[in-house]
């Protein structure tokens, strides 16, 4: 359907003229020429457009615009060429003024781009609505156990502050969930916040995308790239995993949190970290400390405020909750409303849970595709562990003579590339270290990665 647009124009040879070549480009046309008509077509329509007059016998449009442009943009239209009304109209939201006599073609262009700023405008505030929609529907954090309930007072306590937080816990025992809840709780809480894994990253690239770099910083830096920490500027940045980042970064970062200044690569002026950073991990920090793999001062303003997200098996009353949560929110397969039998419900709560809400949300979406149309899931459909296939053997490592423990591990190693044919995250998963120090260990022991 075409955009309709009402012309308030009280010369009626110009209304009609500006009817005809609007309409003659595919747009649904109203004119009139008094407020009065003008009123009585806003009570019964919503035009996309308004075209008026600054005067007109009844009145004129300067005063009435602030009610206007709330319902649409409006162009304001004057024979009266004078730098004040220009002035006026825009203060008073005027989309654009235009002064007679009009040409056509830039009426045309005004139109359009007033329309396709305004049909912008509306998708940008859908989708702000519709995400706040979702985070005001859906609790950050769902359980009502105890443990989970300490976990809520520190962050109450901690939140309104500007306060480094460590987060720490489990692989999968919702640590980035914690730092959210650190953020909505915040005075930032209306800014960005900005998430960065500090395992998925080259420690060449690292220091890149959290501070930007320079034109001419690197070979490639063809342009100034702004990093994340200005990417969450006035809001939070959220560390993953901190424990894996190396000890010059470390470095870097404690005087991030220290000065509140950084500087972008290959740049030499002190920036503004208007951020609070939020950091997490699922290492010992302590120990890693005391073996001289983390920066001590850094471990020691990072600990001033810490949290601890409990595993799964320290709050199983909370498992019915996301069960229910995890069923009733999955988007991918045909909607079916479905229960958990009690006899499933209670398999779930036993289960220890190794790999924690992670693991709990891809069980129960295993378990919905495997019920298929039954509106029950039962035990019958629930899948503990990752599944092996038969032709999977147990690790046997053979030496000639006693190894060392280095010896041991580059075998092992290789031997995990071999079963997993060179799927990192695999590897990784199953010899508990990160990707990252993956990646180490194969450049160490010279493996080539099986595919």
Known sequence: MSQSILVVEDDELLNQLIARYLTGAGYQVTGVRRWAEAVRHLEAHEPHLMITDVRLPDGDSLSRLPQLIE??????????????????????????????????EELLLVVQRALETAALQADHQFCKRRLQAQEDATPIMIGESAALADVHQLIEAVGP???????????????????????????????????????????????????????GAFTSADRQKKGLIEGAEGGTLFLDEIGEIEIPMQAKLLRVLETGKFRRVGGTRDLNANVRVVCATNRDLAEMSRKGTFRLDLYYRLSAFVITAPALRERREDVPHLVEHFVRTHNFSRRMSKDVTPE???????????????????????????????????IEHLAFGPARSASEAPANVTFEEDPTLDQLQGRYLAFQLRKHRGRRSKVAEVMGISERNLYRLIKRYGLVESS
């Open 161 to 215: 502050t500007d306060m480094t937080v460590l987060v720490q816990g489990e692989s999968g025992a919702g640590k980035e969930l914690v730092a959210r809840a650190i953020h909505q709780a915040s005075s930032r809480s209306q800014r960005n916040f900005v998430a960065l894994d500090c395992c998925t990253l080259q420690p060449t690239l690292f220091e890149s995308e959290l501070f930007g770099h320079e034109r």
């Open 71 to 104: 319902r649409q943009p409006v162009i304001v239209l004057t024979g009266f060429g004078s730098v004040r009304n220009a002035v006026d109209s825009m203060k008073a939201g005027a989309f654009e003024y235009l002064v007679k006599p009009i040409s056509p």
């Open 344 to 378: 499933a419900l209670q398999r779930l709560i036993a289960y220890d849970w190794p790999g924690n809400v992670r693991e709990l949300k891809n069980v129960v979406e295993r378990a919905i595709i495997l019920s298929r149309d039954k509106p029950k899931i039962g």
